[in-house]
């Protein structure tokens, strides 16, 4: 039965995600008795996604198959000594001759520039973001024990660098004799082409390759540099075989980098990767009221709950909403209440239009072509001659419009987003050995084009 239902998950959720919740998942034990059921998972994060996600389909599942009501419970194995984790441990005379003085702590720390807002405090959790708060905390506490390399991907502005700059901040605060580097992906780029010019490449490669945490903000700005990742892949190396933490950000999976290395990508997917998704109306209210409390400024729930509803998905843009009002209430000579917050948030509107009708018009357009309609494309029914439309027509919008996973989703009458990534995966693997699926999008991509 076990099986079974790892079939049956596997089917539903995309790869990574099946890696991160069921990847060293296993039962360890079954009493007869009391019907329980233990299950070894992975690590914390593991376990409360099973207790709070996964617990109820199990056991409907197990219901299906064995006619049992088991009763599950999960425990974190102790993976310290994951089979997963390959330290091929080098000859102490591999390493790279040490012709400069190691950099010391002063120059860490002159070099390290953290946001002093961007700490797990000024972070709030949310639906869309509490996955990868939870690994963000746990990588904090303990550093290269699991979820190494961690890496944080999602759209912009929902708080990656945040979150990144929080697990610096966090293991500075416990441990101060730590070594932290924090870096853009482009200032990596730069650095290194500089050492190269000016011939101090052993003092790039001990600042990288000597620290505690490094932490690689907006990595697919790697994409298509092969030396940069050639240098990458060794600073990598030697970091994650002396057990140091690595964290890095991206605006997407490393499978949909442009020429990425193989062998990057491979190791990239060795610890955990997790995705934030844009904040629900709820979450979008607390982060509006934690900034205007830090500002000191009074505005009613109301008024909160309007500006919130605005702006649906970039937490940047929300904050640069409230500026906004702030301001318009400064120039207005007024109090902050829902009318002048419409007034100040105006053009705002027409922007947010914009993207809906984008969607709207891709679904028109692939209905029109295979001869369906766009109630079907957002409906359920699982046939063939709506389902491969239906998810050429996410497809699309995920590669013509900047609308993150979740809103195509409800834009396809309320999908989870993770049936829109399998969508997109499929028919991203589709266009290259299906040729009717290959013509059908070069097609429709022509006609969106006019
Ligand atoms: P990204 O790196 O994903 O583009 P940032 O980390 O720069 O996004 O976040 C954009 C802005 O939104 C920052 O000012 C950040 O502090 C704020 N922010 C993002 N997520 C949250 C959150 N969950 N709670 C509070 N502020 C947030
Ligand atoms: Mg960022």
């Known amino acids: ?13 995309n790869e990574v995600a099946y890696n991160a919740w069921f990847k ?31 617990s109820s389909q199990l056991i409907q599942s197990a219901y299906g198959y064995v006619n049992i009501e088991i009763l599950p419970t999960f425990h974190v194995a102790d993976d310290s000594k994951s089979p997963e984790r390959m330290v091929t441990p080098k ?3 591999a390493r790279p001759l040490h012709t400069s003085k190691a950099p010391d702590h002063e120059d860490f720390m002159r070099d390290l520039q953290l946001n002093d807002k961007y700490t797990f405090d000024n972070f709030v959790q949310g639906e869309g973001n509490k996955l990868a708060a939870g690994a963000a905390l746990a990588v904090a506490d303990s550093p290269g024990s699991f979820y190494n390399p961690l890496f944080i991907f999602g ?51 001990e600042k990288y390759r000597t620290c505690d945490l490094l932490l690689v903000d907006d990595i697919q700005f790697f994409a298509k540099k092969e030396g940069i990742q050639e240098e990458f ?24 980098i442009p020429d990425l290395s193989e062998r990057l990508v491979s190791r990239f997917a060795w610890g955990l990767q997790v995705e934030i998704t844009p904040p629900d109306l709820e979450t979008r209210i607390a982060i509006l009221r934690k900034k205007a409390e830090a500002e000191h400024l009074t505005i009613d729930d109301n008024t909160l709950d309007y500006i919130a509803s605005q702006v649906d998905t970039n937490i940047r843009e929300l904050e640069g909403a409230l500026v906004k009002v702030q301001a318009h209430a400064t120039i207005e000579k007024e109090d902050i209440n829902v009318n002048l917050a419409r ?17 709207s018009k891709i679904q028109e357009v692939v209905a029109n072509y295979f001869q369906t309609s766009t109630t ?20 699309l919008s995920r590669e013509l419009t900047d609308a993150s996973l979740p809103k195509i989703g409800q834009e396809f009458g309320g999908k989870d987003h993770t049936t829109v990534m399998h969508a997109y995966q499929k028919i991203s693997r589709q266009i290259k050995t299906d040729s009717d699926i290959k013509t059908a999008v070069f097609d429709l991509k022509q006609m969106l084009d006019r």
Request: glycine content about 6%.
């Open 24 to 54: 060293n998942t296993k039962p360890i034990s079954y009493n007869k008795g009391t019907h329980e059921l233990k299950i070894a998972v992975q690590n914390p994060v593991a376990k409360g996604y099973w207790e709070k996600n996964l």
């Open 376 to 395: 079907e494309l957002k409906g359920k029914r699982r046939v063939r001659q709506i389902v491969v439309p239906r998810q050429i027509a996410m497809y």
């Open 1 to 13: 039965f076990w099986q079974h239902f790892n079939d049956e998950m596997r089917e539903r959720f």
């Open 155 to 205: 759209g912009v502005g929902l708080g990656k660098t945040h979150l990144m700059q929080a697990i610096g901040h966090q293991m500075l605060a416990e441990r101060p004799n730590s070594k932290v580097v924090y870096i853009q992906s482009e200032t990596f780029v730069n650095d290194f082409i500089n050492s190269i010019k000016n011939k101090t490449q052993d003092q790039f490669r």
């Open 233 to 256: 892949f060794h600073t990598f190396e030697t970091l994650y075989n002396d057990q140091k933490q690595i964290v890095m950000t991206s605006d997407r999976l490393p499978t949909e």
């Open 343 to 359: 007034e100040a948030l105006a053009d705002l509107k027409l922007v947010q239009k914009d993207r809906g009708l984008q969607i």
């Open 91 to 93: 000859p102490k005379t």
